[in-house]
């Protein structure tokens, strides 16, 4: 039986980092705001790498402190060629243009969500886990609210002024208005595993994610190695269907296998660590979406599009997103009514913020990024604007590193 309405000012569907950062911040600024999770925290999930832009988020909800206590410092990102590690280029955070903080964290995801999720209780949010959210209510074409299901059964309808849909991959709005697009170039599957005793580097180099790059053409694939402070480090490899089309009917062990031995490289890197589960696999992980907006609702974080993980975008999107979306909101509430203004400025900044990180992306697999990232000598202006890139300062200001980039790798919208 369905439980009774009552009415909120947000109600946040999926408690990831987007919900959690957008819910706590809301919270914060004393919004009466509700966070459906489906599962119960700590859980486990992708996207272990945060970047330098995002740490400003973590401190706005004031989980800085804990966050630097538990989890590896991370200072830059070093590209490796798999086939010969002398063809390498390191990138560090401190020589980005505005390196505000020349360092981000290394985060195993179940105890990182879980911190933000707490931190929005903390700060008043109410948060339900083991909660699924069945539908989102309509009238008049506006979000109302929504209906939600707990893990015994039990149904409760919720009356909501604003439906923020943070539902990850699942895009629960975006994919009821219509298909999701998906980007050319970028049908990917990923391979991923932990381990543990990994080869990591030393000193203040420690905590650098690795990339290590396998293949060529349509066949380039890459690796991540991620560092966590316990000994752990996440592990896996990205290629594309046209490499998995060629190895149909293996499983996902036989194929991280496979991709380790095109790049000797991650092969000496892992060599005598221990697989703490055997390596799984998630595909076709990029779209972008029509809308990130509509009457009485907005998609943030993977709902409102998911781009390829190799510049570790994803979070520092949903956590960056997700705070400027609890202002945006917090506004429209405070106005009394429905500014379209605010989130079209919205939508924009997100939009030209995550375009840049995605001509990038499509110049790595299909383009000539390749070749700046290993460029010796590289040009000094080049190099910063990367760093910049990399650090995820996309949001916000349009300097001039910002247009050479958007004007070196734009996005491509052909289906080639
Ligand atoms: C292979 C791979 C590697 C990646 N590596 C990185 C990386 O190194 N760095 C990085 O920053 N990002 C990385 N990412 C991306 C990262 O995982 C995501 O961008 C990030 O988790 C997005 O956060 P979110 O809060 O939007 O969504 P999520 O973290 O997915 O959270 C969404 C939440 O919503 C809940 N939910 C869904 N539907 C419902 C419902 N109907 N009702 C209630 N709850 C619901 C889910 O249970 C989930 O907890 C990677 C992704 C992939 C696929």
Redesign the pocket.
Known sequence: MDGVQQEVDVVV?????????CAADLARRGRRVT?????H?P?F???????PG?VDVLDAIGVLPEVRARFQTKRGARFVDGADERRAARYVFAEAYHARFDHAFQVP?DEF?EILFRRAAALGAETREG????RVLFHAGRATG?A?RAGDGRMETLLARYVVD?????A?IPRKQGPVERIPHLD?T?L?AQVRGAWRDTGEREGD?QIVLFGSGADRGWF?L?PFSDGRS?A?A?VSSAWMRGRAGMGPEALFDAAVAQAPVVGRMLGGSQRLFAPRA?AD?SFRVGSMRGDGWLA?????G????L?????????A??LRAAKALDEALAAGQDDAARFEAWEREMRSGTNLFLGAVQAFYAGDLTDHLFADPQHPFLRRAITSLLAGDVFDRSPPWRRELATRFPVIKDAG
């Open positions: 569907i999926g408690g990831g980092p987007a919900g959690a950062v966070v459906f999770e489906r599962e925290h859980r999930h992708l996207g272990e790498s945060l970047l995002s995801r969500d909660w699924e959210v069945t929504v939600a943070a539902s990850g991959r699942d629960v990917r990923a991923f994610i991540w991620i996440s896996g990205v998630t992980f943030i974080g993977d709902a409102s998911f781009l390829d993980p510049f570790s975008t994803g979070a520092h999107v949903a956590m997103g997700g």
